[in-house]
């Protein structure tokens, strides 16, 4: 049997009547139901930046199960991100070049925040299949292009795989062209933790990406916040001694007990049974999947779990066809105008997954609507994207923002990728796509008076 040596060590402590003169402030008083669980770096509970002990023990039972060198992070991909891309600038000063990484388009904002304040330089890749702002479906060919075309050549390739719409790219073709052109891949796979667990893995890691981030938290039964970064053992050594390091420059001191409980339990739960169930329920689903489509459903994607649907038509905006859902007590994950995700895992159940089916066969089909989505255009660099996060800024309104340099991400999460990157010049397009969206107003650089 796995073993849960946080969750054991946390259990006896909790069981133990000490008297907690230490952080947090609720003593292991219940107010909400689970103080006693939650713990600080007492002695024996080990450190996660600093892991020697039971955290260690617990990362190591993952990394075993994940088939890479993984370690925990207890807030998000977000983390995850920000050390990836830490470790790839740490890199090129090794190898003794610029901090260049190439990356796809459709970014989490996440990215932003770490070119800012890791001051590396971006080089952007677009695909020809871009129906969306948040995907960006680049083949080993259009990488291949980019990267024989450029000047210089980048030290790593940064994409998401899966996206927020469910499309995944080729990573074992685009790893290859990756190595051969000396650089290392990266890959956001937030989306997709539960890949890997598939009777055919689906895991980056396993596709050829170097270093990888999957949020445990989307797609498995983990509190919020827990998540992991994946590097290869095939990647460089150096950058899995460089691991912690880079995860404490972005981490808060105080890691949260409850949510590395919940990262050592799913070892366990992973380990027993979780690829049978997972197979049958992926099972279901198509089945699902196939009776929608005869009802009228678009659905977009290739991510076994995730229901994108594409529901212009079907006669809805995805902002009223999710109101349809809430109004029969489902709350899907997101919806813009075009598009409604849903995502699903064993937990919803077939009971679950058979009140979803009633409530889109209870949603009636009407006259499809063509408006379309703005076209992208790629816009006009002014100011880098540190240089753009770190000016003076003002908020102004969507009509008076065209011609200024976006300041920072207008954009929320979900979905928390931008339309437009810092930096660039807000054009006509730009505007269209906010207006679009439901972007009324916008952080511009600061003028000069």
Known sequence: MMETPICDFVRRYAESGTLRLHMPGHKGASLLGMESLDITEVAGADSLYEADGIIRQSEANASAIFGARTFYSTEGSSQCIRAMLCL????????????????????????????????????WLCSERQESYLACRLTASELETALSAAAEKPVAVYLTSPDYLGNTVDLRAIAQVCHRHGALLLVDGAHGAYLKFLPESGHAIDLGADLCCTSAH???????????????????????????????????TSPSY??????DAVNRYLAEGYCERLAGFVARVREYRAEWAKRGYVMCGDEPLKVTLSVKPYGYRGDSFAQALRAQGIECEFADPDFVVMMLTPETGEAGLRRLHEAMCAIRQRPAIGERPPEFRLPEKVLS??????????????????????????????????????????????VRGFAYYGIQTCAAVAERR
């Open 88 to 123: 790839a600038v740490r890199y090129a000063g090794r190898t003794g070049r610029r901090p260049l990484i190439a990356a796809g388009r459709n970014v989490h904002k996440t990215f932003l925040s770490a070119a800012a304040l890791l001051d590396f330089e971006v080089m």
């Open 218 to 252: 989307k797609t498995l039964p983990v509190l919020t916040g827990g998540a992991y970064l994946h590097i290869s053992n095939q990647a460089p050594p150096v950058l899995s001694d460089w691991a912690k390091d880079a995860l404490t420059l972005f981490g808060s």
């Open 258 to 263: 409850l949510i590395l409980q919940s990262l």
């Open 385 to 430: 994207i540190r240089e753009a996060m770190l000016s003076p800024s003002e908020r102004i309104p969507l009509s008076g923002s065209e011609g200024r340099v976006l300041a920072s991400a207008s954009v929320g999460c979900p979905p928390a990728v931008p339309i437009v990157i810092c930096g660039e010049r807000i054009d006509e397009a730009a």
